[in-house]
């Protein structure tokens, strides 16, 4: 359960790290309205476009990939179990600062993993990922791509 909170977060603003509160609220409303098979979901009755429901899934995906392959990489190479890896990874990515006790023990390559992640989870996922990404030079034209339909579930 620990590590579901710590997953989550805090709400927006704080200093708490996760994919937050609002995010997690996102992601749930666009789950039912999809369900429902609604245009778009409502909350407050104010509806949510859907760039935001993009945007929270974008970041839902980013954390749990983030997490996903920081256990499995630390879990190669270290002898502890995956659930104190999990652990020990999800605080890093909340910033929370709770430990099970195993931090000191990882190899400089684990621990270096764990404050990448603290990064992201101090910054924020998105802002990260923007901050790494390839700059595209000013002068190159875009042009728009055609669409293609997915069949997604």
């Known amino acids: 359960m620990t590590i579901i909170f710590m997953f989550i977060g805090g709400s927006p603003g704080s200093t708490a790290g996760g994919i937050k509160t ?3 609220a996102v992601l749930f409303l666009g789950a039912v309205a999809k369900i429902k098979q609604t245009e778009y979901p409502v909350v407050f009755k104010k509806r949510l476009g859907s ?3 993009e945007q929270a899934s974008a970041v839902g995906v980013l954390y749990l990939m983030a ?3 920081a256990t499995v990489v630390i879990s190669q190479v270290e002898p502890f179990s995956l659930q104190q890896i999990l ?3 999800t ?3 909340g910033t929370v600062g ?3 006790g195993i931090t000191p023990q990882l190899t400089v390559y684990s621990k270096l993993i764990l404050c990448l992640l603290m990064y992201m989870g101090r910054v924020g996922g998105l802002s990260f990922a923007l901050a790494l990404r390839e700059r595209k030079s000013s002068g190159a034209a ?3 791509r055609p ?3 997915v069949i997604i579930g």
């Open 87 to 89: 652990f020990e990874v």
């Open 22 to 24: 609002v995010t997690l």
């Open 67 to 69: 997490v996903i392959t």
């Open 147 to 149: 669409a293609e339909k």
């Open 91 to 93: 605080s890093a990515i």
């Open 51 to 53: 760039e935001i429901v």
């Open 98 to 100: 709770l430990t099970l």
């Open 142 to 144: 875009t042009a728009d």
